[in-house]
């Protein structure tokens, strides 16, 4: 009946459980299917994106811009925070707000959420007063926080058992790329939910993956942050092996930067890392969390991954010297603290 209803609008309101929201049901946009694309004219006007009403869960560092972007390209933004304080800057922007995820999804088509971890993202979703509260037939919930497959197949299932629709669309890229609306999103779900929310996710980036069924965007996510950390823990290592054999680590990050192992992050983050300064962009914690989640997923098909795990134990040393909400190219530390104990 559930699914039935998104597909025929028509059906009397008796014989529903809860009001259906039209969002499902019409033809929004002229609807595009990107296997990758890069930044295209969005087929929307702002006058049809404010025709469905965005919810938007988590407002730290990814979220915020995110849920902004939205708002200045004329959606109907809803916001909660778990610390209310962070809503009052969208609030000031035309968001409205309301007091639990159960109040947001009740009043959207269209939820996303941007939680810290797992465990966070299923309480917001099935806790108390949770979204799945609120969400009924012809809704969508989108969750775009890194989380690992079992999580996203729990939180899919509870929003699916209320006929609502699930997607899972963890983002790639950090939080420039969020507030220039650049991310690359990592999808998976219900196609015709991917579908809907193109338009929304063509605002807040520049292209998207659809990779099937709900599970493949958390790994594939996953893959790729424990490359990303690997990555930065080799590049910590020839930061301080070149200054410890009397080179400049700065000719190092141009040498590096005009090379084949070029990659933005170490021409961004390196001149801060040999100052020893870890702006927050990525918090070091996150960093740490998709590491053990990828290793979990590398241990469920015995996928050798030692480099990954012996990264993974210098983010945890990071950790335990205090610097979880540092950037996570403060991984660098880790080995600092090394050498001075050796030496
Ligand atoms: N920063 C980055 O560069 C990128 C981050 N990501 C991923 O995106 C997600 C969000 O990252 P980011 O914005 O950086 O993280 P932040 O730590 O800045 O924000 C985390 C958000 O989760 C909320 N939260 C945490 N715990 C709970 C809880 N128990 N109940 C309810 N809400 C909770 C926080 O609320 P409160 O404000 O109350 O603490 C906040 O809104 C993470 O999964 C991260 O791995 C993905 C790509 C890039
Ligand atoms: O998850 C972090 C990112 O930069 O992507």
Redesign the pocket.
């Given at each position: 009946m559930a699914l039935c209803s998104i597909f025929c609008p028509l059906i009397p309101l008796r014989f529903r459980s809860k009001p259906i929201s039209p969002f499902l049901s019409k033809p929004l946009f002229s609807l595009s299917f990107r296997v990758y694309s890069s930044q295209q004219p969005s087929p929307s006007t702002k006058d049809e994106l404010g025709t469905v009403s965005i919810g938007f869960?988590?407002?730290?560092?990814?979220?915020?811009p995110m849920a902004q972007n939205l708002i200045k390209a004329g959606c109907d933004v809803t916001v909660w925070?778990?610390?209310k304080s962070?809503c009052d800057p969208l609030i000031g922007l035309g968001a409205k707000y309301k007091s639990s995820p159960e109040e947001v999804t009740a009043a959207c088509d269209l939820t996303f959420a941007?939680?810290?971890?797992p465990?966070?993202?299923i309480?917001?979703a099935c806790?108390k007063n949770g979204a799945v509260s609120g969400i009924s037939s012809g809704k969508g919930y989108v969750d775009?926080?890194?989380?690992d497959a079992a999580s996203s197949m729990l939180i899919s299932k509870q929003i699916k058992d209320t006929g609502a629709l699930f997607l899972e669309a963890?983002?790639?890229?950090?939080?420039k790329?969020?507030e220039d609306g650049q991310?690359i999103f990592l999808t998976a779900g219900d196609k015709l939910l991917y579908e809907k929310a193109a338009p929304f996710l063509d605002i807040m980036g520049k292209s998207r993956f659809y990779l099937g069924e709900v599970g493949n965007g958390a790994a594939m996510?996953l893959v790729v942050?424990m490359i990303m950390g690997s990555m930065m823990a080799s590049f910590a290592e020839g930061i301080l092996l070149s200054e410890k054999v009397g080179l400049d680590p700065n000719v190092l990050v141009e040498v590096v930067s005009q090379g084949a192992i070029n990659a933005p992050m170490y021409s961004l983050k390196g001149p801060s890392m040999i100052k020893s300064v870890y702006p927050?962009?990525?918090?070091l914690?996150?960093?740490q969390?998709?590491m053990r989640l990828a290793l979990g997923l590398a241990e469920s098909v015995s996928q050798s991954t030692p480099i990954a795990a012996a990264a993974n134990e210098l983010y945890k040393v990071a950790k335990s010297y205090g610097l979880s909400?540092e950037d996570f190219s403060a991984v660098i530390e880790a080995l600092k603290a090394a050498k001075s104990q050796k030496a």
């Open positions: 869960l988590g407002l730290g560092i990814m979220g915020s925070n778990r610390t962070k941007m939680l810290a971890d465990e966070s993202a309480d917001v806790g775009v926080s890194t989380v963890p983002v790639s890229g950090s939080k790329p969020a991310l996510k942050n927050t962009a990525f918090p914690k996150h960093q969390k998709d909400d």
